[in-house]
């Protein structure tokens, strides 16, 4: 920005404040662009995220009309329960990742090209995750579905980890009032979902019974990743 005073009196301290105030104002605006776009892709995010757990929770079943082949509320869920557990198991991990990604978002101060684009690969995971539970209520007995559905909550939750690294390093996305300390805390809050999800991929081609159960070292995962996090800090 160039300035040209006005007047007979010429001196630099006139263009030389002038500048600075440019200077300024170019930052100003940059990082007001730069909060708009970080704004924008949370609104994508989490627009995204409930209309996926509407779905999921219409693809529950339902028994109205058929009332009459269940004499109560606990004979219902007893004679569906194999068609409850994989689709709330995928309920529970949405909102969870749901969660993160506020968690995660939260610390940032503006986002650009490569981290936007991490964050809609995991939106597009999110989405597909719909399409795998659409093919295990065509094709219950598939257990590769159910390794699909492994494989990719294990890349919406590693993607969520990538997209924080790439953030945090060099401070190119959060403002240097956040401590070393808190960054490897929550970087250690997004890697039990992902890990978990990589542990279950084998149990997926036992059966549904087995992928479901394992699903239940997520508790365990997370006391060894914090402990491992305790032990680094302490080293």
Not at 15 to 25: E, I, S
Not at 117 to 138: C, G, N, R, S, W
Request: glycine share 4%; net charge neutral; aromatic share 12%.
């Amino acid at each position: 920005m160039e300035c040209q005073p006005r007047g007979k009196e010429y001196s630099s301290k006139p263009m030389l404040d002038c500048h600075l105030t440019g200077t300024v104002m170019s930052d100003a605006a940059k990082a007001a662009k730069e909060r708009r776009h970080l704004d924008r892709l949370e609104t994508l995010i989490d627009s995204i995220y409930a209309l996926v757990i509407v779905f999921l929770v219409a693809q529950f079943p339902n028994p109205l009309g058929f009332e009459e082949q269940f004499s109560n509320f606990w004979h219902f869920i007893s004679s569906q329960g194999d068609k409850l557990v994989s689709p709330l198991i995928g309920l529970v991990l949405v909102v969870i990742y749901w969660l993160q990604n506020n968690l995660l978002f939260g610390y940032l101060e503006r986002t650009d090209n490569k981290h936007a684009v991490l964050a809609i690969v995991q939106l597009f995971f999110v989405l597909f995750y719909l399409y795998t539970a659409d093919l295990l209520d065509a094709f219950p007995d598939a257990r590769f579905v159910l390794g699909m559905q492994s494989a990719t909550f294990a890349l919406m939750g590693f993607l969520a980890v990538w997209g924080w690294s790439y953030a945090t390093k060099n401070r190119r996305l959060i403002g240097d009032d956040l401590e070393d300390e808190e960054i490897l805390r929550v970087r250690s809050k997004t890697l039990p979902e992902p890990i978990t999800a990589l542990i279950t991929l084998p149990f997926a081609f036992l059966g549904a019974t087995a992928w479901n159960l394992s699903w239940l070292a997520v508790p365990l995962v997370t006391l060894v990743v914090v402990r491992r996090r305790a032990k680094r800090n302490t080293a």
